[in-house]
Nanobody, 118 residues
C-alpha cells in the first residue's frame, strides 16, 4: 500500500512558476514509476509527466515539454514537478500517480489545484 499526498498548488499569474511535490508513504518507493496527471473541469484526466524508478528516464506531454521538469528523491520518498512559464491552459487539478514496476498496481493522490490567471 502506498499513500500519496500532493502539495504546492495555488494561484499564479501567467508566466509564473510553481513547484508541486508528492510525498509517498509506504514501502519500497523506488519500485514505483511516478507520474503527474492533471484534470481540468469537464475534461478527462491527462498525462503530464513521468519518471522511472531511479530518475534516469523521464517523459513529458508535448504541451509541457520545455516548461515542466519532473524529478524524484528516493531517499525522501518524494517526486516533484517544477512548472515554469505557466499558461492559463495549465489550470487544473494535478494528481500524483505511482505504478509498481512489475505488477503495475497503481495508486493516486488526492490532487492539488493549480490556477493560472491571465
Amino acid at each position: 500500500q502506498v499513500q500519496l499526498v500532493e502539495s504546492g498548488g495555488g494561484l499564479v499569474q501567467a508566466g509564473g512558476s510553481l513547484r508541486l511535490s508528492c510525498a509517498a508513504s509506504g514501502r519500497s518507493f523506488s519500485t514505483y514509476a511516478m507520474g503527474w496527471f492533471r484534470q481540468a473541469p469537464e475534461n478527462e484526466r491527462e498525462f503530464v509527466a513521468a519518471i522511472n524508478w531511479n530518475g534516469s528516464n523521464t517523459n513529458y506531454a508535448d504541451s509541457v515539454k520545455g516548461r515542466f521538469t519532473i524529478s524524484r528523491d528516493n531517499a525522501e520518498n518524494s517526486v516533484s514537478l517544477q512548472m515554469s512559464s505557466l499558461k492559463p491552459e495549465d489550470t487544473a487539478e494535478y494528481y500524483c500517480k505511482a505504478r509498481h514496476y512489475r505488477n503495475y498496481i497503481t495508486y493516486w493522490g488526492q490532487g492539488t489545484q493549480v490556477t493560472v490567471s491571465s
